[in-house]
Each structure stands twice: as C-alpha cells, then as structure tokens.
C-alpha cells in the first residue's frame, strides 16, 4: 500500500460490555484534509482520543509515517515524535496572557546570560509565526481580544511552531463548534490553505456543509467500524448521512406542511432598549417559529435574556400573552407565565453536569414530586425513562451522571426538562451547536412538534442553514434593533447572507 501520513487498522477498544471500535480502519492521505463522520457512539471520538494518548487500543495496528505499532503499545510521546499534533475544542489558551506568552508556555522560553528571559527573541519568532498562519494579531495583543477565529488558528499556530512540515499531521477535533458561521468560513479558508501547502489535515466536526466544503477524503464510522471510505470525493450531504445512519435519509427535512401559526400573539416586543439592544420590535405568534439572525454583538443573546427575565431592559415593553412585563419581573416570573429559556452555554448556565440524567430532567418541575414531605424517587424515575425514550436520549440509565453523556444527548436532556413544562413561548440560543447530525434531526423534530401543539419559538442562531431549515420566519437584528425579517422562498442563506452583513440602512419589521 502506498505511504500514508495515519493508518488505523482494526483498531478495537471496549468499555466494559460496550464496543466502542470493532475493527475500526482510517487512512490519511499526505496533504489533504480529511473529514471524519459519525453519530454519537459511532467511534470517531475513540479513536482520537486513543492517537492523543487518553484511551489505551485493545487491538489493531497505528501507523504514523514510516512508524508502526501494536495498537495497545502506542504511546502518545511517540505519536507527538512521528508528527501528530492535536487541536481540541477546549483551546487549551490563557486569555489574560499575551499571545507571545501562550506560545512561550507551550514551546519554552528564549534565554539569555543569567536565564533572561530573550523578549525581543520571543517576539520575533511569535511574529514570524503569525505571519505564516495569517493570524491578524501581535506578539503583545492579549489573547481574550482576538475574535474566535483568531484564536482557533493561534492554536494551530502553536500546536505545529517546532516543525509545520508535510509530516506534521493536525488533527482538528470540533474546531468550529463555538464559532459564528462568517468566523468558520475564515478558519476553514485557512485550513484548506494549510493543506495546500502540504499539511495534513483531520478534521471531526458535526458541521456537514463545513467538512463538505473544506475536505478531500471522508471516513464514516458508525456502530464503531468503518462502514464507508470516499476518497477524492464530493459525496452530497444526504449521501454522507445515509452512510452515518444505515439509511436514506433527507438532510434537509421540511417542517409539516400541516403547522400554521395562528392570530394570537404569544410575544410583543416594543421599543426594547438594553445593554446592546437599542430599540428591538419583534412579533411571535402561537405555532409559530420565528428566527433571529445577526452577527456577533448584534444582540441576539441579550434579546432571548431580557425576554426571559435575566436582564432588566432600560426601556420597552415586553408582553407574553396579552400581559405587559413590569420591568421588576425575573425568571420566576416568565417561568410562571410558560417561559422557557435554553441558554448558549449549555454547561455553564444550563446543566447540573455532575447530577444524574433523572435529576437534571426534574429540575424545573421538583414540586410535582414533592409527596408528604418527600420526594416520590419512583414516580420522578419513571417520568424520566419515559422522558429519555420520548426525545431519543442515549444513555445507559437515568442515574447516569450528564457529563458523560454526549453533546447531543446533553442538550436533548435540557431541551426535554423545559418541554415537559408545555410552555406557551420556547427560547432557543444557538440550540444545535456541538450537537450530531442526527441528534440535530431529533432536536429539530421536537422543536417542530412542540409549535404544533401551539408554542412559540423564537430560535437565536449563527448557522444560516439551521435557520433556513427549522424557521417559518427569520428577523435579522444588526446594530441592536431587527431591520428586515424574511420567509418564504426569500429565505435563504444567500440572503441572511447579505442582510446580515449589509451595513446599509433596511426598514424595520416585526
């Protein structure tokens, strides 16, 4: 076989009686960027957790260059010898430090006579770096000013600044998952030049268009082995599903024709001033699914918060079904009215990572299982398996604790403790980001059938393709107030495209 830059073969690994790999089989070519698929539990985070050294191979061969292991004696030094370098989600930078500072942290400290520090030296060869990975920033730019594109490609910078050379292999777990859709665009430009120069390139990612986009060669993993290999491919993104599911499927599933908002409008907003928010009309009606498109710092955020209670607005009004919103009523009071809200930041502000999968489902609605003093454990487990089958949740039971759970599974589990509310009015931030392909099918699909039964949705999100997906209507919000909303056959991500990134004036809309 010919020289390959990473070659798995039948690499296996199991979790007590779960399989994670059974045989499981990966080629790179030098040079290209390489785009490896799956659902939750298919394998692919398994397999790059076992080249970083975290998981130890049951069985299998790994081969870096002209290097080959037994899988189970791979060491992660040696694979960081033979040229991987890794770039996780988790950046892995410090914020309050100087961009020079987290290279130096990573790579060592230039010293002089008497082991002083050499800062002109430090700076010269970070600036020569920045310049090569065309990252717009300087050795002395604190790292928390760069925009997230920046930072992801700093990260990259350093992982490969001993050595960025054709046997230097990157690998590239989630890289966009935490970034607006123009910020991806800038990073992924940049990755395919990397390859172009002769980097090799892994990329994991759940964003289809993105690896379409970007990627010479595929991998498929489901049910832990290797079930289809595209090389030199332009494979469609139902094709790529259908290999990742074991059936035809349609990507682009339109909402049922049969859902109709009505007359009744579940939100008003008039006038709303607040934080960047400079005067915000919006209208959502019952069944109705309303997007908010923007770019970032347009508000999007701060909208669906003061919506929801977390953030008092300076001026405006805010009703929810008919009733005016005093501006001393919080969270209590929104929850009370059929509020939901699922925040950006799944982790930080809506999960008990460290509870159980049965207590993060129970959390808003405790006092329904609070019987004579104590709590009804029973009826509380059973609402929760029913919850898990109901919204597809994949987990081994409900007393498994949330962290473990993948990021699908995790924003299932939170999606379903606000639905078993039946709220009138359903909050969305960014509610598919980090999410599969196919848990973001079964997101959808939930969202879907709660309008149906008569909720509004109002869905924040940077990827103008889940909105064009999921959305009867998408109001585009620049500069703190909506400017135009579009639907029907002029949704388009074209055109969120253009009206997101126009900066000419637009008459408001609501």
């Given amino acids: ?47 790059i957790k076992i080249l970083a050294g975290a998981y130890v191979a049951d069985a299998g061969t790994i081969e870096i260059g002209e290097r080959r ?31 020079a500072e987290n290279f130096a942290l990573d790579h060592g400290w230039p010293r002089g006579r008497g082991g002083r520090i050499r800062w002109g030296a430090l700076r010269s060869r970070v600036a020569q770096l920045l310049e090569r990975y065309e990252v717009e920033a300087t ?46 665009e800038i990073l992924l430009r940049a990755v395919r030049r990397r390859a172009d120069l002769g980097q090799t390139v892994l990329i994991v990612s759940h964003r289809m268009q993105e690896v379409l986009s970007v990627s010479d060669d ?43 908002a009505t007359t009744e409008p579940v939100l008003e907003v008039r006038g709303l001033v607040g934080g960047p928010l400079t005067g915000v009309d919006l209208t959502v009606r019952a069944g109705e699914i309303v997007g908010i498109a923007g770019l970032v710092g347009s508000g999007r955020t701060s909208l669906l ?11 405006g009004t805010i009703s929810i079904a008919g009733r005016a919103a005093s501006a001393r009523d919080g969270v209590g009071r929104r929850m009370a009215e059929g509020v939901a809200y699922l925040p950006e930041d799944r982790l930080g502000e809506a999960a008990l990572n460290e509870l159980s999968v049965r207590e993060n489902l129970s959390a808003s609605v405790l006092r329904s299982f609070w019987r004579g003093g104590r709590m009804a454990h029973r009826a509380e487990r059973d609402a929760a398996e029913g919850l898990v089958g109901t919204y597809k949740v994949k987990t081994t039971s409900v007393d498994a604790v949330f962290a473990s759970l993948s990021g699908g ?38 969202i ?53 990134q126009s900066s000419a004036p637009l008459e408001r809309a609501s």
Avoid at 228 to 240: C, F, G, M
Avoid at 418 to 439: A, F, H, K, Y
Avoid at 465 to 474: A, G, H, P, S, Y
């Fill in 1 to 47: 076989m010919p020289q390959a830059a990473v070659r798995l073969e039948d690499l296996s690994k199991t979790f007590g009686a779960t399989k994670a790999l059974a045989g499981a089989g990966l080629t790179l070519r030098p040079g290209t960027v390489h785009a490896l698929l799956g659902g939750n539990g298919s394998g692919k985070s398994t397999a």
């Fill in 69 to 99: 292991w037994d899988a189970p004696s791979y060491d992660a030094r040696e694979g960081f010898a033979a040229g991987l370098r890794f770039v996780h989600q988790d950046l892995g930078l410090f914020d309050e430090l100087t961009v």
């Fill in 139 to 184: 050795p002395d730019m604190i790292v928390a000013k760069l925009r997230p594109a920046q930072r992801t490609m700093l990260a990259i910078a350093r992982a490969v600044q001993d050595h960025d050379g054709a046997d230097r292999v990157l690998i590239l777990d989630e890289p966009t998952a935490a970034l607006p859709l123009h910020e991806s």
């Fill in 218 to 260: 595929f991998t498929v993993f489901r049910d832990g082995r290797t079930v289809a290999n595209l090389v030199d491919a332009s494979p469609t993104e139902d094709e790529l599903i259908a290999h990742m599911t074991g059936a035809v499927v349609t990507a682009h599933e339109a909402a049922p024709a049969s859902r109709e």
């Fill in 305 to 315: 918060k003061t919506v929801f209670g977390e953030h008092r607005p300076a001026e």
């Fill in 409 to 446: 599974n995790q924003q299932k589990v939170v999606l379903a403790r606000w639905l078993r509310r039946n709220p009138r009015l359903l909050l969305l931030d960014e509610p598919t980001q980090g999410v599969d392909i196919m848990s973001r099918r079964d997101i959808y699909a939930s």
């Fill in 448 to 500: 879907r059938q709660a309008a149906a039964a008569g909720c509004a949705v109002v869905v924040a999100s940077s990827d103008f393709v889940e909105l064009c997906e999921l959305c009867d209507r998408v109001a585009v919000l620049a500069k703190g107030a909506v400017t135009t909303s579009v639907e029907g056959e002029a949704l388009t991500v074209d055109r969120l495209t253009a009206l997101t």
